[in-house]
Each structure stands twice: as structure tokens, then as C-alpha cells.
């Protein structure tokens, strides 16, 4: 079986690692990010991909910037026939990726050319799409810009979140790029080049756009508190007080109240947005305490609002 370095960080790439191993490829080395320190005790925390190469007794390596690194060097000595990352985080030296015998491969969230770049399963949802898939292809200088070799579909449903998504296209993931790598090897597979007039990039999440924006209308609010679940979460500030929101519902009633105002709390927590639209939160959490469903953030703290003020603060 083909050997290969195999470089990820989160779950989706660890379920990818996952399917190698399962396929018996040769596993040279594991590349992961640098373990985290997480919460006020910061407790140190491994990568999914980590604690899959640690359970395999799997060669790891961790440089907080692979390129001109000491690991870099060791790497280049192993001969890969193949490279593969799955949202690994960081860019590859094009002398590392040159440097696989047969490819270097990709397996990205998205149908390419459509959103290139860091965050694909989060754009996407955000901006309501109806569909997103996988991507294998070829990984070249520019970021996600070489050729396809293959790619999946998967259909967003109206209230997935990113972290459900990123769930389902894991394994939808794994199985293309196990159905697709012995067609490279072989040589059998005709690489796509990708549509330069239909590339979209999806940098990122920055933030400030973890804030909701008054400007967005109920239906756009909701997207980006979909598309930043499970992290980092979007937010309101409310009274000048911090409250993410974790699920919310496009009501069905309109309002004539102006953007950031309370419509109830009788029931439903609904706030007027852009476009007349009303949102309903659902699922929230205050600072310093657990996410909890709305009826119980009413019951603790909803005589603080009066139907028909404004309780948003701009952005």
C-alpha cells in the first residue's frame, strides 16, 4: 500500500486520518497544530487528529509554522508516495509538496472554485446555501487553486449548523478520497482544472463578524448564528452585555419597530431586524454562564426588557 504523510487538525480531519489507517495505507508521520490551552484552568487540549495518531502509534509532529522548520526537514526524508491534509490550518512550502512521489492532495469542504480558503462549511451556511460538498485535488502554491480530481455533494438542511454539517461531510470526505487516491496512483484519473471566473473565497471568520449586525434582516441573523455553531458563536450585545445566541427562528410576524427592538418577552424573545423581519432566540448564553434555552433566560432575567424598547446597541 502507498505510503503517506498526512496533515490535519479537527475532527473532520481526523475522521479522514481515521479512513486511511482502516485502508491500510502506510502511514510515514501526522501533522497536527500545537496543543491549545482552553478556559479560565487552561487546560491543554489535543487536536482530534492528534488523539488519533496518538492512539495509533503514529510518528506526530506539531511546528507552530512548518515552513523552515526542523520537522519540515525530517518530512522531506521520508519519500512520500502521498501528501494529504484535511483542514490542517497552515500553508505547505511548495518544496514539501513537490516532494511527493506520486500527489499532493487535498480533501477541502466545498465545491470548488467556490469558496477557496479557510472557512468553506461556514460561508456556506451563512449564506444560506442549498448545498456544499467535498473537494479532492491537487494541492499546488496558491491557496486551494489546483486541479480537481474528484468532488461530492451533500445538501444543507434550513437549520443545520456548521458543526453539523462539518459531521456529515467528514465521512462523505473520507470515502471520496479513499475511492479516488487509487485512480491517482494508477494514473487513470483526468484532473480538472478549476473555473478561474467562478472562484469565491471564504477567508476566515474575523472578530467583528462574530457580532450580529442590525443591518442583516432576521433570515440573514440566523444564517451567521448557524454558521458560527459550535464556534466561536455569534452575539448580540444587549444593554451593552454580551449574549450569544446559539439557535434562532425567523418569526413569522413582520414589525414596524425600527432594527433592535424588543417585540415580547411574553413567551418568545423576538427583536426586530433589517427589512421589517422578526427574530425569535431560541438559545442563548449570558456571560459567564451555561448556553440555555430561552424560556429559562426569560424567567431569570426578562422583566430587565419592556416590550417596544430598544435593547440592541448598534454594531
Known sequence: MNSVIFLGTPQFGATVLE????????????VTQPDKKVGRKQKVVYSPVKEVAL???LPL????????SA???????LD??????????????????KSAKIAAV??????????????????????GDAETGVTIMEMVKEMDAGDMYAQASLAIRPDETSG???????????????????KIASGEIVKKPQDPSQVVFSPTISKAEERISLKLTAKEAKDLIRALNPDPGAYLVIKGQRLKVWKAEVADDNTSLPAGHLLTNQGRFAISFAGNTVLNLLEVQPNGKKAMAIKDFLNGQGKKFAAGEKIVDED
Do not use: W
Not at 71 to 77: I, M, N, V
Open 164 to 182: 453539523e454539517v462539518f459531521e456529515e461531510l467528514a465521512p462523505l470526505g473520507r470515502d471520496l478520497l479513499l475511492e479516488t487516491l487509487p
Open 71 to 77: 520537522e519540515l526537514d525530517e518530512l522531506l526524508q
Open 55 to 57: 492512539a495509533n502509534d
Open 106 to 127: 487535498n480533501v477541502h469542504g466545498s465545491l470548488l472554485p467556490k469558496y477557496r480558503g479557510g472557512a468553506p462549511i461556514q460561508y456556506a451556511v451563512r449564506n
Open 19 to 30: 479512513g486511511l489507517i482502516k485502508a491500510d495505507y502506510h502511514i510515514l508521520a501526522v
Open 80 to 97: 512520500a508516495d502521498f501528501i494529504i491534509t484535511a483542514a490542517f490550518g497552515q500553508f505547505l512550502p511548495t518544496k514539501f509538496l
Open 61 to 68: 509532529y506539531q511546528p507552530v509554522r512548518l515552513s523552515k
